[in-house]
């Protein structure tokens, strides 16, 4: 398929996961894409992998609760394509721990990367996504917005807002042309997780040592996956769906959301 053969995307959390994956999917499908993220590093292990279609991927670094940063790479991004047709918000990180024992800062850090920075990119896209083709974005939601997920309060609030807001932005841009989807992954193997439904350590702080894993037992995913404990399944899978939406063969779908769970939720 090329179905974005012509399209300009701009992706956060290119460096790894999900947002890596996403990136891959869009330049298989013939789109260009900037990538953006924290990590430089993580941005060129993305152009190592895209092998022969490194030649339509571009970087660029972002601290997405940084205002600055933002604005600043949202007008390199756009002046690279030439304008800007998609925007997929997947950076994000996962914070766990007792409620009780979390503090203000572990709280409001989340909240700032995760919603707000989902916030500010969108907001510095929206002119050039106007003047786009068929334009759309992809926000991050998650499982843990609609179901409960122990030791991830703040994670789970940060998930809710996005999800609100795309719905809140879906409706005031709908005369506009411009559509806003979102994705709830749960029980994927990404840079969040190390498929044992773990948070890495190398992401942020995995649930506590006495975390009680038998409340996670309504989260297990149903189909078999097979690509690691309790199945999780790879972030390609996340990756289709969201490539799917912020094509033209979503173009009657806007203010929902599409879980991608494995049926962990039914």
Do not use: C, W
């Not at 997405?64 to 994000?92: I, M, P």
């Not at 649930?207 to 297990?220: G, I, R, W």
């Amino acid at each position: 398929m090329n179905r974005y053969e012509g399209r300009r995307a701009l992706i956060t959390g290119g460096g790894s996961g999900i947002g890596q994956a996403t990136v891959l999917r869009l330049l298989a499908e013939g789109g260009r894409v900037v990538a953006a993220d924290i990590s430089e590093a993580g941005l060129q292990d993305t152009l190592a992998r895209a092998g022969a279609d490194a030649d339509r991927l571009s970087t660029v670094v972002v601290n997405v609760a940084d205002e600055t940063s933002v604005r600043e790479a949202v007008a390199s991004a756009v002046s690279t394509l030439g304008g800007l047709d998609v925007l997929v918000n997947a950076a994000g990180i996962l914070r766990s721990g007792h409620t009780e024992q979390v503090s203000l800062d572990d709280f409001e850090q989340v909240i700032r990367i995760n919603l707000t920075g989902t916030f500010l990119m969108i907001r510095e896209a929206i002119p050039a996504l106007l003047d786009g083709h068929e334009p759309a974005v992809v926000n991050f939601s998650s499982t843990a917005q609609n179901f409960a997920h122990p030791y991830m309060a703040a994670y789970a609030a940060s998930k809710g807002g996005i999800q609100s807001m795309t719905h809140a932005l879906a409706m005031e841009f709908s005369k506009r042309g411009l559509r806003f989807t979102a994705v709830q992954p749960g029980s994927i193997s990404s840079g969040m997780t190390d498929g044992s439904g773990r948070a890495k350590q190398s992401v942020g702080p995995g649930l506590p040592a006495d975390a009680d894993m038998s409340l996670f037992q309504k989260t297990a995913p149903m189909l078999q996956a097979g690509t690691g404990d309790f199945n999780f399944a790879g972030p390609d899978a996340v990756a289709a769906v969201v490539a799917m939406l912020a094509s033209h063969d979503g173009y009657f779908i806007t203010g929902t959301e599409v879980r991608i769970d494995g049926g962990s939720h039914m």
